[in-house]
């Protein structure tokens, strides 16, 4: 192989290494650092304790909820709707089974019909998150 072909497969390779490694380094620690992605704000409100009867049967759940929203605004609404709330998410517990609630699974599932009732009754997408302090079936 001459010398000037050596040269330029030299120099192909240094430069794509250098392409290479420096778009791992700025996807990995600076772009990452950027004060454009500004973590989004979330407020939290407690509901209080929750006693229901589960379905037919003789037990029951007892727990606090927590509500996380993305919007302080709607902190207000939470407290002037909270009769309302309260009663819609009553009326989820009482439709399910201890079963269904025993599961991870079943959590999941209650969390995430509790977020669209109080989505609806706010009407808004800002409910973000459901939080149980206490969680207990017996």
Same mark, same amino acid.
């Given at each position: 192989?001459?010398?000037?072909?050596?040269? =330029?497969?030299?120099?192909?390779?240094v430069?794509l290494?250098?392409i290479? +490694?420096?778009? *791992? *380094?700025? +996807?990995?620690?600076?772009?990452?650092?950027?004060?454009? $992605?500004a973590?989004? #704000?979330?407020?939290q409100h407690? %509901?209080g !304790?929750f006693?229901?009867? %589960?379905?037919?049967?003789?037990?029951? +759940? #007892?727990?606090?909820? *927590?509500?996380e929203?993305?919007d302080?605004?709607?902190?207000e609404g %939470? !407290?002037d709707h909270?009769?309302?709330?309260?009663?819609? *998410?009553l009326g989820?517990? =009482?439709?399910?089974?201890?079963?269904?609630l %025993?599961?991870? !699974?079943?959590q999941?599932?209650l969390?995430? $019909?509790?977020?669209q009732?109080i989505s609806?009754i706010?009407?808004?997408?800002?409910?973000?998150?459901?939080? +149980? @302090? @206490?969680? =207990?079936? #017996?």
């Open positions: 192989m001459n010398m000037k072909k050596m040269i =330029i497969l030299v120099t192909t390779g430069l290494s250098v290479f +490694f420096g778009g *791992i *380094i700025y +996807f990995t620690f600076l772009r990452g650092n950027s004060d454009d $992605e973590e989004i #704000q979330t407020y407690t %509901l !304790e006693t229901a009867n %589960l379905g037919d049967t003789r037990n029951y +759940f #007892q727990g606090n909820i *927590i509500v929203v993305q302080e605004d709607l902190i %939470l !407290e909270e009769i309302i709330i309260r009663d819609r *998410i989820i517990l =009482i439709g399910k089974s201890p079963d269904e %025993l599961k991870p !699974e079943g999941k599932e969390k995430g $019909e509790i977020v009732a609806s706010l009407n808004t997408e800002a409910v973000s998150d459901l939080y +149980f @302090s @206490s969680y =207990i079936i #017996q």
